[in-house]
């Protein structure tokens, strides 16, 4: 099973929306409706900010929103501010035996 | 404090063995899936194993055969037990908690292993 496919890199304002892509197959993303994304700032753990598509856990800003098309996945940040620069992962689960694909990272840079 | 605390990491000749070990405090990992997953520059990140809440482990194909999950319900901790390590197997591995295989809501700082001679 390839890894999920996102863009190396995205940028934007502070202010502005961003949405970064994650496209998967029919057996994963396309499949299932547990599409996950995690931030991850420089030397430390990743952290959910989104669940099984567009659900936002307790604490995750309402300016992080998740969707889904077919087999491709969305993450969108909204009012871009400094802290949002990070590499931002997308995961789908994808059957008993595979359990957990990664997309490659994407790298946010708040210009 | 709900929280993960791996240990255990460091350098390994090819070939040789090591074993993880993650704390974890604020929950009890028997009522979780708790899973390892490694991230490196060459793969970034990937999962590696699962053991779910009746115990059954689950494992990439990178590491199955190699790679044992277990845990300890009296000391409330996971480890991965890792043998035959190559030198692609270098990485930092985490451990985390999932609701079920969905995702994971909690994960470890991390702990880094270097396979080299």
């Known amino acids: 099973q390839s890894a999920l496919t996102q863009p190396a890199s995205v940028s934007g304002s502070p202010g502005q929306s961003i949405t970064i892509s994650c496209t998967g197959g029919?057996?994963?993303?396309?499949?299932?409706?547990?599409v996950s994304w995690y931030q991850q700032h420089p030397g430390k753990a990743p952290k959910i900010i989104i669940s099984?598509?567009?659900n936002r856990p307790p604490g995750v800003s309402s300016r992080f929103s998740g969707s889904k098309s077919g087999n491709t996945a969305s993450l969108t940040i909204s009012g871009l501010q400094a802290e949002d620069e990070a590499i931002y992962y997308c995961?789908?689960?994808?059957?008993?035996?595979?359990?957990?694909?990664f997309g490659g990272g994407t790298k946010l840079s708040v210009l | 404090e709900v929280q993960l605390v791996e240990s255990g990491g460091g350098l390994v000749q090819p070939g040789g063995s090591l074993r993880l070990s993650c704390a974890a405090s604020?929950?009890?990992?028997?009522?979780?899936?708790m899973h390892w997953v490694r991230q490196s520059p060459r793969e970034g990140l990937v999962w590696v194993s699962r053991?779910?809440?009746?115990?059954?482990?689950d494992y990439a194909d990178s590491v199955n055969g190699r790679f044992t999950v277990s845990r300890d319900t009296a000391r409330n901790m996971l480890f991965l037990q890792m043998n035959s390590l190559r030198v692609e197997d270098t990485a930092v591995y985490f451990c985390?908690?999932?609701?079920?295989?969905?995702?994971?809501?909690?994960w470890g700082q991390g702990v880094l292993v270097t396979v080299s001679s």
């Open positions: 985390a908690r999932g609701l079920y295989d969905r995702h994971l809501e909690l």
């Open positions: 604020g929950f009890t990992v028997t009522n979780y899936y």
């Open positions: 053991i779910n809440s009746p115990g059954r482990g």
């Open positions: 029919n057996s994963d993303i396309g499949y299932y409706n547990y």
């Open positions: 099984d598509v567009s």
């Open positions: 995961a789908s689960y994808a059957g008993s035996f595979i359990v957990l694909i």
